[in-house]
């Protein structure tokens, strides 16, 4: 298990040509996520909601503090099921995540033999919210991801691309994910800038984040939309 402290985090709505060219200064001051074999990677997320559909409802109305479950995992060959939670509290981020077995992950996806309580606590958050509040699994959502880093302020700039979702879960696993649709216009894509406290200059002036467009976009929230044929942002 892993536990990262509350940080900043801040999303924006970026084009092909905003992509290459923030890409092309960032290149100059900041490495390549260790874990990124070429230019990017697949990522991978099944999110979960209860049956008042409590997470989608507290993105639409804007409520600061929430909490979002989602089990995740990478294109790498033998990247392991990661169960994260990400809590959101005045405008600051905080994501704690456990490992996941197969039959503690079929039980989840499931939701019809449930695993029993055990030693760790982030799956057993988990676990009480689905006897609670009946939480099950809602979607997933596929994109492709470049990260960058930057070790003063624990930078991470991450450019997800090419975002897509889908209510097929049988194929989570599989070499090709079925029934994707577009959860963005064809050329649009997400910024995320995360940091600990402040951002260094020397990223910020490479960023321009003045020029760019600032969103609280939310993968699950719009995929959950994109789904049912509605598409909020553009055509």
Not at 124 to 149: C, D, E, G, H, S
Request: proline content about 5%; aromatic content about 8%.
């Amino acid at each position: 298990m892993s536990t990262i402290e509350y940080r900043v985090e801040q999303k924006y709505l970026v084009s092909d040509l905003d992509l290459a060219l923030i890409a092309g200064r960032l290149k100059a001051v900041m490495k390549a996520d260790i874990h990124q074999d070429g230019d990017c990677y697949e990522v991978r997320s099944i999110y979960l909601d209860d049956i008042w559909d409590s997470c989608m409802n507290e993105n639409e109305d804007g409520v600061d503090n929430r909490k979002k479950y989602r089990i995740r995992t990478y294109d790498t060959p033998g990247a392991p099921l990661r169960l994260e939670i990400k809590e959101k509290y005045r405008g600051f981020t905080k994501k704690s995540s456990a490992i996941l077995d197969q039959q503690t992950y079929e039980g989840i996806l499931s939701g019809d033999d449930l695993p029993e309580f055990g030693s760790n606590p982030v799956v057993n958050q988990l676990l009480l919210q689905m006897r609670r509040r009946k939480l099950q699994p809602k979607i997933a959502v596929v994109y492709q991801r470049t990260a960058f880093v930057y070790p003063t302020g624990n930078v991470r700039i991450t450019f997800d691309r090419n975002i897509m979702a889908t209510r097929d879960l049988s194929s989570f696993l599989d070499p090709h994910v079925s029934g994707l649709v577009p959860v963005l216009p064809t050329g649009m894509h997400v910024l995320e800038v995360k940091y600990d406290e402040l951002l260094p200059d020397v990223i910020a002036g490479q960023l321009e984040i003045g020029k760019l467009r600032q969103t609280a976009f939310s993968k699950y929230y719009l995929g959950r939309l994109a789904v049912n044929g509605e598409f909020p942002i553009g055509k």
